[in-house]
């Protein structure tokens, strides 16, 4: 067990780097195996660890579990942190809103705290009721080894680590036996309410077989300019899925019938502009260019983004934007253009017409418009986040990035 978990960080974890190694730590079985195997694998290396609980608030005992994990993850040798999910609880669907929400509050601390990699415990019983799940109509995933965040635009540059994929709940549990260990058992687990929990039960009654993971391929790709993606026609759905969701700084990809579709009619050489989850797609003879749908305005996204001085934002899900020291307030460019500065509206010419409208603007106080894209003097920085998380998306990053 040690010697594949060791492979697998070795595999993925940047050689010598000294930035602590976040692990998602629930106080229970699977996670506490994680978080002795990081603790042994770190300390060695010299690289601290840090535990993140997330207490999600949904039972009355959840403030005392979260206060013993923490405890726990101390004794051990880890730097431990709490958060807390203080949303509003949906009244149906409460399993996946508590999960986009420790998703982005794991990704957020982590990024804080200056870790790239998150570990989370996902064994080999996750994947096989993934599977389970998806035989009985549900969209579950399977948990993948290596991937960004799923968080958007909180777990930007964090990318998740499953070292236990390939492991047994039983074994870990057995490991954890042989050390003396205890853990905590949620009860959420056995709750037959929920479809995961019915899945974990069927498949306790069963010798099941875990498949291997599937693999993508990378994709042959071209940024146009760093603010639009262009993709061959023959690429995969995952390609172009990934590539509306990263041009049009979406955080649901597109799937199902429409996106099927867009795959068939670019394999069909046929000249066309479609629109799909927030991203215009132009086909032409040289591939599909894909770049913010600027007429989304109206129903969501593009809204503007209000910054106080110094402060940093994500406009857009595409821009990371740091205010000077006065605040300021980000809007797409379309309709401002005619009010930016000569020389910016000089620069603005060597962009193709429809990334333009898109682009983010800066609005003073007085009303006074600048493109922190186009402005030279760099007082309002914005960083392209496309380029960065298309490559994540698409397994180009498949190693943890310098920082
Ligand atoms: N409350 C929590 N605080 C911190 N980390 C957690 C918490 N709950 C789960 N995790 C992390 O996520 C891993 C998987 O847990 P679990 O299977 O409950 O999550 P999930 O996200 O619901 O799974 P899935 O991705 O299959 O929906 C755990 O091993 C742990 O690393």
Not at 165 to 188: I, K, V, Y
Not at 203 to 213: F, G, H, I, N
């Amino acid at each position: 067990m040690t010697e594949d978990f060791e492979a697998v960080l070795e595999r993925r974890l940047r050689p010598g780097a000294t930035t602590p190694l976040a692990v998602g730590f629930s106080g229970g079985g699977d996670s506490l195996a994680l978080l002795r195997l990081a603790l042994a694998w770190a300390v060695a290396r010299g690289r601290p660890v840090l535990a993140l609980t997330v207490d999600h608030g949904l039972n009355p005992a959840s403030a005392g579990w979260t206060a013993d994990a923490l405890a726990k993850a101390r004794a051990l040798g880890a730097d431990a942190r709490a958060l807390r999910w203080t949303g509003d609880k949906p009244s149906t669907g409460v399993p996946a809103a508590a999960r986009a929400a420790r998703h982005a509050l794991l990704a957020a601390a982590a990024r804080e705290a200056g870790a790239r990699v998150l570990l989370l415990g996902h064994t080999a019983d996750d994947r096989l009721e993934a599977a389970r799940m998806r035989a009985e109509g549900s969209t579950t995933s399977d948990p993948r080894s290596w991937g960004p965040s799923p968080a958007w635009p909180e777990g930007r540059g964090v990318f998740v680590l499953r070292p236990l994929l390939d492991a047994r709940r039983q074994a870990l549990r057995d490991w954890l036996s042989e050390q003396g260990e205890t853990w905590l058992e949620d009860p959420a687990n056995d709750d037959l309410r929920f479809a995961r929990a019915r899945a974990r039960a069927a498949l306790a009654r069963e010798d099941a077989v875990v498949a291997s993971e599937a693999r993508v391929s990378a994709p042959t790709v071209a940024f146009e300019g760093e603010h639009a993606l262009r993709l061959p026609r023959a690429a995969s759905a995952v390609q172009v899925a990934a590539a509306c969701l990263c041009a049009a700084g979406t955080t649901t990809p597109p799937r199902g019938e429409r996106l099927e579709r867009l795959v068939s009619r670019l394999r069909s050489g046929e000249t066309f502009t479609a629109t799909l989850a927030g991203a215009r797609i132009v086909a032409d003879e040289a591939g599909a260019l894909f770049v913010r749908e600027a007429g989304e305005g109206g129903r969501s996204g593009l809204s503007p983004l209000v910054l106080a001085a110094g402060e940093t934002g994500v406009w857009d899900g595409r821009y990371e934007v740091t205010a000077s020291d006065a605040p300021t307030t980000i809007r797409p460019l379309g309709g401002l253009a005619s009010r930016l500065p000569a020389d910016e509206s000089q620069a603005l010419k060597a962009f193709a017409a429809s990334v333009r409208p898109v682009l983010p603007a800066a609005v003073d106080a007085l009303g006074g418009v600048s493109s922190p894209i186009l402005a030279g003097d760099g007082t309002i920085r914005a960083r392209v986040l496309i380029r960065e998380r298309f490559e994540a998306a698409t397994g180009l990053i498949d190693q943890e990035p310098a920082t």
